[in-house]
C-alpha cells in the first residue's frame, strides 16, 4: 500500500484519485481474506461534485492490519468479482469517521477533499466493522 491513503482500482475509479498510490492487485492488500455474508456486505458511495452520492459498487467489507507496519486498513471486493478491488485505505485518526443511521459509516478525509459512504446490508456488520 506504500503509504498511500486511499486506492480504487476499475473502471469507475475517480478522477481526483486517478493516479495517487496505484495499489497493484498482488500488492499486500491482495492477502485479505474476506467472508462475504450479509454483515460484510456493503455499497461504497463517494460524494461528487453536485453533491450527490455516487455508487461506486457492492462489495465485502474487512478491517485488517498489515504485519509489517501495523497500520490499519478497511478493504472492500467486489461481490462480482472477489478479485477485484474496490478500495484499499488506511484508517487514520486524521479521516473524520461518523457513525450514521446504525447501518452507514460515512467519513471525510481533508487533504483530498473526499467524502466516502459505506452503507452496510446490516446493522450487525457495521456495529462489526465500527
Given at each position: 500500500?506504500?503509504?498511500?491513503?486511499?486506492?480504487?482500482i476499475g473502471p469507475e475509479r475517480p478522477r481526483s484519485?486517478?493516479?495517487?498510490?496505484?495499489?497493484?492487485?498482488?500488492?499486500?492488500?491482495?492477502?485479505?481474506?474476506?467472508?462475504?455474508?450479509?454483515?460484510?456486505?456493503?455499497?461504497?458511495?463517494?460524494?461528487?461534485?453536485?453533491?450527490?452520492?455516487?455508487?461506486?459498487?457492492?462489495?465485502y467489507v474487512s478491517a485488517?492490519?498489515?504485519?509489517?507496519?501495523?497500520?490499519?486498513?478497511?478493504?472492500?471486493?467486489?461481490?462480482?468479482?472477489?478479485?477485484?478491488?474496490?478500495?484499499?485505505?488506511?484508517?487514520?485518526?486524521?479521516?473524520?469517521?461518523?457513525?450514521?443511521?446504525?447501518?452507514?459509516?460515512?467519513?471525510?478525509?481533508?487533504?483530498?477533499?473526499?467524502?466516502?459512504?459505506?452503507?452496510?446490508?446490516?446493522?450487525?456488520?457495521?456495529?462489526?466493522?465500527?
Amino acid at each position: 500500500v506504500h503509504g498511500g491513503n486511499f486506492t480504487r482500482i476499475g473502471p469507475e475509479r475517480p478522477r481526483s484519485m486517478a493516479a495517487e498510490n496505484p495499489l497493484e492487485p498482488d500488492a499486500d492488500m491482495a492477502d485479505v481474506v474476506i467472508e462475504e455474508s450479509a454483515e460484510s456486505r456493503v455499497k461504497l458511495f463517494q460524494m461528487n461534485d453536485r453533491c450527490h452520492w455516487s455508487d461506486l459498487g457492492t462489495g465485502y467489507v474487512s478491517a485488517s492490519r498489515l504485519e509489517e507496519t501495523g497500520d490499519a486498513y478497511m478493504v472492500i471486493m467486489s461481490e462480482h468479482d472477489s478479485s477485484q478491488l474496490l478500495l484499499a485505505q488506511q484508517i487514520r485518526p486524521e479521516d473524520v469517521y461518523q457513525r450514521q443511521h446504525n447501518s452507514l459509516i460515512v467519513w471525510a478525509m481533508p487533504e483530498s477533499n473526499t467524502d466516502l459512504a459505506l452503507s452496510f446490508q446490516s446493522e450487525a456488520g457495521c456495529e462489526a466493522i465500527w
